[in-house]
């Protein structure tokens, strides 16, 4: 559906966005993380048409955004940072507005009451805009880039300066969203990517750093080689036994939540599974293991490191 062939983007010397590539299939809600200033937000305006490349080229659905802008806008919503609203209209004046300007051929009433009830604002179309909070007039930006019904919908720090109740409304609204549209969502906020997107693409100075599953990207910086246990039984000889066993480079133990057991982390050495002869080991002496399960970075040790990786091997801009 997106597809982003060596994309550049070039101010003078300044290079914002360094010869990307990458693909979102149909259906796809998409991460699009990165710092600020990463290159974020001039990669989603590239892909709407709204900046053009210095190199590289994008496409939706087949089609050239530069090429064929006007065929490739029209299957394109996009809710830029700062949502473009006339705060003295009405949210119903403003949604019509909208629609005449996008030349929409769909049935005004139905489309306009399919959208709003979408997105949840039918309590405040006869509202002016100026007297929204920040939360509804996200919405209303929202609504706005779902007229004409597009199969893309590029999503540019859609949260920022929310607060947490009216964050968790518009994620609700992505995720409701997600089952009809393909979405690329660019946020710097680690817990707004997580809760709505199954892939993660992380920027960093211009340039793609990953792109997976956020738990495929945690495997791949550890190798996979740290245990959360919860094992029943005497600390000091679970740890001499844990410790004995072949490949584990480390063992250490923490107070449980349950009686008369311990939680350990076991770090093993790379690419090693020692999980069978854990279980055979603790087994054979009558340690029952009560917990056992990946201790997996969280999005946010993810991003730190990338980051600083991909700095420290890219050094200066």
Excluded: W
Aim: proline content about 4%.
């Amino acid at each position: 559906m997106i597809e982003v062939r060596n994309l550049s983007k070039h101010y003078g010397k300044k290079i914002a966005v360094r010869d990307i590539s990458f693909r979102v299939e149909e259906g796809e809600i998409v991460g699009f993380l990165g710092p600020n200033g990463a290159g974020k937000s001039t990669t989603m305006n590239m892909l709407t048409g709204y900046l053009s490349s210095t190199g590289g080229d994008a496409f939706i659905d087949g089609i050239n955004v530069l090429d064929n802008p006007i065929e490739a806008k029209k299957k394109i919503g996009y809710l830029p940072e700062h949502p473009p609203l006339y705060l003295d209209m009405t949210v119903d004046e403003q949604l019509n507005f909208a629609y005449e300007l996008k030349g929409v051929k769909l049935d005004r009433k139905k489309h306009l009451d399919e959208i709003c009830s979408l997105v949840r604002i039918e309590d405040v179309r006869g509202r002016a805009v100026r007297n929204l909070s920040k939360g509804y007039r996200q919405r209303v930006g929202l609504a706005q880039a779902l007229l004409g019904a597009p199969d893309v919908l590029i999503l540019d720090e859609p949260t920022v300066g929310l607060d947490p109740k009216q964050i968790i409304e518009i994620r609700n609204v992505i995720s409701d969203l997600g089952r009809k549209h393909t979405i690329i969502l660019s946020s710097h906020i680690l817990p707004e990517v997580s809760a709505v997107c199954e892939r993660v693409l992380v920027i960093n100075r211009g340039s793609i750093v990953a792109d997976d599953k956020p738990e495929n990207l945690s495997y791949s910086l550890t190798g996979g080689r740290k245990l959360q246990a919860r094992i029943a039984g005497p600390q000091a000889e679970i740890l001499r036994s844990v410790r004995g066993i072949l490949g584990v480079s480390s063992c250490e133990a923490s107070e449980s939540v349950e009686t008369g057991s311990f939680d350990y982390v076991i770090e093993s050495d790379e690419n090693v599974d020692i999980r069978k002869p854990l279980f055979h080991e603790l087994a054979s002496k009558g340690y029952p293991i009560l917990l056992l399960k990946p201790l997996d970075l969280t999005l946010e040790d993810i991003f730190l490191q990338l980051t600083r990786d991909a700095a420290e091997e890219g050094g200066e801009e």
